[in-house]
């Protein structure tokens, strides 16, 4: 008998070997179409997500565009309105002051003579008028009047009157007063444009910021980069938008220390750009909240894989078992 039990325990050893490997060969199958299908998904779910953002973002910076557009158009009418006032003649401060009381928008208006020594001022700030400005010859806004028909728009700058960040205004106005060559001078209130930026809020850390033509911050939610008006024209993001693109881009945001996802837009006709970010882990936070649910399923498909891999690797092998 001891022949006999010796050739058994040979034909066991031989067909465990068997049995594990039809076990993990069938597991292998099992697993590579449920990987496959989970990495399908997984990509299906960041393209669904990036085309949420692409539309839900992109339309949150158009539709930012448009009241921004019409606050500027709105002002460089009202100003190019006061200069046919002044140059049909009438009192200069008295005109200015009207303007001024008519609603928010303008901080400081100055009629400047041609030799850039303000005429006339009046200003939301009583201690701007108790300490008269410095000549503004050779500011930017006189020269540039000399080459633009209409009202000019500078980007955010320092006023040429109260030294705070500001967006510049002017238009060239001949009165009796000041003669020709004269300004009509006015800086423009950034709070407005900043409150309707704080309109768009979503999410964590989901935010908008506002750019001028040059790349500089005009709105933002951090308050130093707004009084800093920092240059972030660097940013290929805002790259984009300068060059009155529309779209979704990725990019390392050093504000939020993170990667983000933005919806972009431009301002018709001013060349400013608004970009509407959200942290990129919010968005994957999106994706696995769209996966998790299916991951029971998936669990169970593999638990049921592993159990049908051991039952026929045993049915396929007790037959060589039994030979053996």
Do not use: C
């Amino acid at each position: 008998m001891a022949p006999f039990r010796s050739s058994q325990s040979r034909g066991e050893r031989t067909a465990q070997p068997i049995r594990r490997r039809l076990a993990l060969g069938f597991l292998a199958v099992a697993l590579l179409p449920v990987t496959l299908l989970g990495i399908g998904l997984y990509h299906q779910a960041w393209e669904d997500a990036r085309r949420e953002v692409w539309e839900k973002h992109r339309l949150l910076a158009q539709n930012l565009a448009t009241p921004i557009k019409l606050y500027l158009d709105n002002h460089r009418q009202k100003l190019g309105m006061l200069a046919a006032s002044l140059r049909e003649g009438m009192p200069a401060h008295a005109a200015m002051e009207g303007a001024l009381e008519e609603g928010e928008g303008f901080d400081i208006l100055a009629l400047v003579g041609p030799d850039g020594a303000v005429r006339s001022l009046v200003s939301r700030t009583d201690q701007l008028l108790e300490d008269p400005p410095r000549s503004l010859a050779g500011d930017p806004a006189m020269r540039r009047t000399d080459t633009t028909d209409g009202v000019a728009v500078s980007g955010v700058r320092r006023g040429p009157i109260s030294g705070k960040p500001a967006l510049v205004m002017a238009v060239p106005v001949e009165t009796p007063d000041a003669g020709p060559g004269a300004v009509l001078l006015a800086e423009l209130d950034r709070s407005v444009i900043e409150r309707l930026r704080r309109t768009i809020r979503f999410g964590e850390r989901g935010h908008s910021a506002i750019v001028d033509q040059n790349g500089r911050v005009v709105a933002h939610p951090n308050p130093d980069w707004r009084r800093q008006m920092k240059d972030i024209s660097h940013w290929p993001v805002v790259h984009k938008m300068l060059e009155g693109k529309t779209g979704v881009a990725e990019f390392y945001s050093p504000f939020i220390d993170a990667r983000m996802i933005a919806g972009y837009a431009a301002v018709p006709d001013y060349g400013w750009g608004i970009m509407v970010p959200q942290p990129r882990s919010e968005v994957a936070h999106q994706v696995w909240a769209l996966l998790l649910p299916q991951l029971p399923l998936v669990l169970a498909g593999l638990a049921l894989g592993v159990v049908l891999a051991l039952l026929l690797s045993r049915w396929i092998t007790r037959p060589i078992h039994q030979l053996a």
